[in-house]
């Protein structure tokens, strides 16, 4: 995993966090690293690298390759040094699993939950499943809580504002919630943007820094990554293209109110309702799969007809947004090539010729593992940045002997 690249003054003097982001990044492999890209004299140095030892962030290797006299003492990220909670809620399924500071999983499961049923009910089966997929790993090992929620969510707050989807999630300020039996940062994202990154950073992150990922599944919806960074707008819903409508849906209602959005008409609930109509016996998007590799042609019409309609607000977004990339994914675009395939052909008849000129379609690379990536990064990214480390260092950094005060490492 790439690891986002914090420039800091040069009159700033570096603590602990800035130290723990050189050794992440790789860009210091030892003490005389630190000390050349940061200033700090070698006691400054010497108790930092104590400090991220004692907490078990970093490990110290004393069998590096020497030029002559002692070999240098190899500095590296100890991943193993705690563990993140992730939890990658969907509108059916959802994927809850531990993981290391690096974002690798270490246990999961995947559920079937109602996410409808609400907060009371699905955040106290999340935490069951924690305790349990900890499997006797300390509380203390816990660095922190992300989630990705099917809904619009206010970042800073962790609140959920949607009015009609999650209904009785409605304005539930989750992290204090999850807090009282894990205290430690807690952050929630909407699902798709959580997606987004993850599938961005372990894929594309190299390469390029501007990409949309579209989830089809039970319902649609959009992550923005602009400039590396996810783009979630004023209000925290960026990335709606599910209640964008679109020409000649059919006068179907969508449940936000409106008539033909795309995920009235193209989503893994609208293609199973559509089958129905035609005689189709289908329950799930598993029956969907069968017929189109059963080469059904009525099932076959029905996928391409939603690709298509799918492309028309993908080909806006394209227009509006020019990514590098575009990634289709969830369980509808990750089963059925024809919808990706009639994806494709609307968006590179329907946008500009700039936008499209080294334009990307893909299908997702992570599939379902992209949101519990996601969800982790989430979680590392903020509790092992720089500012926050040195500035909440009890919530990083146990206490015990040999660690310095806040001011010890500010004046050091």
């Known amino acids: 995993m790439t690891v986002p690249m914090v ?46 030892l004692s907490a078990g962030l970093i490990a110290e290797d004393t ?38 500071l690096a974002g690798a999983e270490l246990a999961r499961t995947d559920l079937e939950i109602d996410v409808e049923r609400g907060p009371d009910v699905v955040l106290p089966l999340l935490m069951d499943v924690w305790a349990d997929l900890l499997a ?4 203390s090992a816990v660095r922190g809580v992300g989630m990705g929620v099917p809904a619009t969510v206010e970042f800073a707050a962790g609140r959920t504002e949607s ?17 009282e039996r894990y205290p430690v940062p807690v952050f ?28 089809v599944s039970t319902r649609i919806g959009a992550g923005v990554i602009a400039g590396g960074e ?52 289908v329950f799930t998007l598993a029956d969907v ?44 675009a990750e089963a059925f090539q024809p919808l990706v395939s009639a994806v494709r052909e609307v968006v590179y008849r329907r946008s500009t010729a700039l936008s499209t000129r080294s334009l990307r379609i893909e299908r997702s690379r992570l599939g379902p593992g992209a949101g519990i990536t996601g969800c982790a990064l989430m979680v590392i990214d903020h509790v092992l940045a720089p500012e926050a480390f040195d500035t909440a260092a009890d919530a990083v950094l146990p206490a015990g002997a040999g660690m310095a005060s806040p001011s010890q490492r500010a004046t050091a």
């Open 136 to 139: 006797g790993r300390p509380l």
């Open 7 to 52: 420039r800091r003054s040069a009159s700033t003097v570096a603590g602990s966090g800035e130290v723990l982001r050189l050794i992440r990044t790789g860009e210091a492999l030892t003490r005389a690293d630190i000390g050349r890209m940061t200033g700090l004299s070698r006691p400054a140095v010497a108790l930092r690298v104590t400090e991220l």
């Open 289 to 332: 799969t069968r017929l189109v590799r059963a080469g059904d042609a009525e099932t076959m019409t029905v996928v391409r007809r939603a690709g298509r309609l799918l492309g028309e607000v993908v080909a806006s977004a394209v227009n509006l947004l020019n990514p590098a990339v575009v990634v289709l994914g969830g369980d509808v």
């Open 63 to 100: 069998d590096g390759p020497s030029t002559g006299g002692r070999p240098p003492a190899r500095l590296s990220f100890n991943a193993a040094g705690g563990v993140v909670l992730a939890a990658s809620l969907g509108a059916s399924r959802t994927q809850i699993a531990v993981c290391d």
């Open 163 to 179: 009015a009609r989807v999650m209904a009785s999630w409605t304005g539930v300020v989750i992290p204090p919630l999850i807090s």
């Open 188 to 215: 929630v994202d909407n699902d798709v943007n959580v997606i987004a990154m993850g599938e961005y950073r372990a894929s594309y992150a190299r390469s390029v820094d501007d990409l949309l990922f579209v989830k």
């Open 230 to 281: 996810i783009l979630r707008g004023a209000l925290g819903a960026a990335g709606e293209i599910g209640h964008i409508p679109v020409r000649d849906g059919g006068g179907v209602l969508c449940r936000c109110g409106n008539v033909d959005c795309v995920d009235s008409v193209a989503s893994g609930t609208a293609i199973l309702r559509d089958l129905r109509a035609r005689g189709r016996e």
